[in-house]
């Protein structure tokens, strides 16, 4: 089964796709998130795969905006925590860095471990991406923050591990299929939705009031700019339950005569939160 994810060789998503689809699975990485949902549209890949969450940098735009634009629907959710490590070439050691390269946030999320050592942050496009390039470059004196996976991949020395400055740092992903590929008897327990709201007062509470009124406990809850429409917003929710519910069925029912649009992410099964 060949699956598509954002990034490269050795990154956290081609990981949490392991970890998640099994052994049986074929990888195949895109520099763009675009290029992920391309490839399942056209029949390239039987699935995609792309983080929607960070516990620390929170929400993944434009995966977010790409499965509401996109004629895809959400089959599955999985969780990695993210470790962080200084990956060097041989012969590299924590004294003899000076420069290290990483996605923003990556090194956002290590700030405490490189100021500490003063050590310079360069930003990178991508961490596995910055793995790479590091191994390439082949330049003494720097390093690259990326996963252990990395290492591995790019023949790299890992110099530190778990360098991020809160412990806990975990990433949620969506796995996607076509809308016409969603697997029959897919066991549903969690749903993700968007929707848009009239523009008048209370617009907003009067649809929150729906998932309430059902007892349905929405887990999320976002808003997200709609590029279109300036000024105008779409509020992604995820809650517990699923779409073939009854209480879900007359819910989103209520909710498409109170909002302007309402679409269905995915309804899939429900992953075990980390804690």
Partial sequence: ?????????????????????????????????????????????????????????????????????????????????????????????????????????????????????GLQAVPEYDTAGAARLLAERARPGEAAVAGRGCARAYGLDVLAEGIQSVPGNFTRFLAFCREADVPAGLKQEKTSLAFCVHDHPGALLDCLKIFAAHDLNLTKLESRPIPADPFEYAFFADFLGGADDAAVAAALSELRTAARRVKVLGSYPRAERPR
């Fill in 1 to 117: 089964m060949k699956v598509a994810f954002q990034g490269e060789r050795g990154a956290y998503s081609e990981a949490a796709l392991l970890a998640h689809f099994g052994a049986a699975a074929q990888p195949e990485g895109f520099a763009y998130s675009e290029q992920v949902f391309d490839a399942v549209e056209s029949g390239r890949a039987q699935a995609g795969f792309v983080p929607v969450e960070n516990t620390i940098a929170g929400g993944v735009g434009v995966n977010v905006d790409l499965l509401l634009a996109r004629p895809v629907r959400a089959v599955a959710e999985a969780y990695l925590l993210i470790e962080h490590c200084l990956l060097a070439r041989p012969g590299e050691t924590l004294e003899s860095v000076r420069t290290v390269y990483s996605h923003p946030i990556a090194l956002a999320q290590c700030r405490d471990f490189l100021q500490a050592r």
